[in-house]
């Protein structure tokens, strides 16, 4: 049995759970998360409306994850995780167990190719994505 929640119990809301206790959700500001507790590690403004962030060590579901936030134009459009695992290099083992934590969670996924696997939802899209040039791997939430 999971001990940490990703969604509400009916996934109508999309609202993630990090450390047990920060509430991350569609169009939170920058300034409602650093409320919650979440300390950054790094930003990077895409000189576009999008500022990206991220924060390393967390929990979600039990497991050791970093994560980053997507803001568009000071709202959350985009969260994403990655399991911190021992070979930071094996991106393919990293989507292996992405996808496996998909699955477990919400079953067969709607969409499918050697890149990703996709869940849709009222509220938005969770994916588990492998970029092979940009050399990374994460499950990231898109809201609506």
Same mark, same amino acid.
């Given at each position: 049995?999971?001990?940490?929640?990703?969604? =509400?119990?009916?996934?109508?809301?999309?609202?993630?759970?990090?450390?047990?206790?920060?509430? +991350?959700?569609?169009? !939170?500001?920058?300034? *409602?998360?650093?409320?919650?507790? &979440?300390?950054?590690?790094?930003? +990077?403004?895409?000189?576009?409306?999008?500022?990206?962030?991220?924060?390393?060590?967390?929990?979600?579901?039990? =497991?050791? &994850?970093?994560?980053?936030?997507?803001?568009? $134009?000071?709202? !959350? %459009?985009?969260?994403?995780? *990655?399991? +911190?695992?021992?070979?930071?290099?094996?991106?393919?083992?990293? %989507?292996? $167990?992405?996808? *496996?934590?998909?699955?477990?969670?919400?079953?067969?996924?709607?969409?499918?190719?050697?890149? !990703? +696997? *996709?869940?849709?939802?009222?509220?938005?899209? &969770?994916?588990?994505?492998?970029?092979? =040039?940009?050399?990374?791997?994460? &499950?990231?939430?898109?809201?609506?």
């Amino acid at each position: 049995m999971l001990t940490t929640v990703v969604f =509400r119990q009916d996934t109508k809301s999309g609202c993630v759970y990090l450390d047990d206790h920060i509430e +991350i959700g569609k169009d !939170l500001t920058f300034t *409602a998360l650093v409320e919650q507790g &979440v300390k950054f590690d790094g930003e +990077i403004d895409m000189g576009n409306g999008w500022m990206l962030f991220s924060s390393w060590n967390h929990c979600i579901l039990g =497991r050791q &994850v970093n994560v980053s936030f997507g803001f568009f $134009k000071g709202c !959350l %459009k985009k969260f994403g995780f *990655a399991l +911190i695992s021992g070979d930071g290099r094996d991106l393919e083992g990293l %989507k292996i $167990k992405h996808d *496996a934590l998909l699955n477990e969670l919400f079953g067969i996924p709607q969409k499918k190719n050697e890149i !990703l +696997i *996709a869940y849709d939802f009222v509220w938005g899209t &969770v994916s588990s994505q492998l970029d092979p =040039r940009g050399g990374s791997c994460s &499950v990231e939430f898109y809201w609506k």
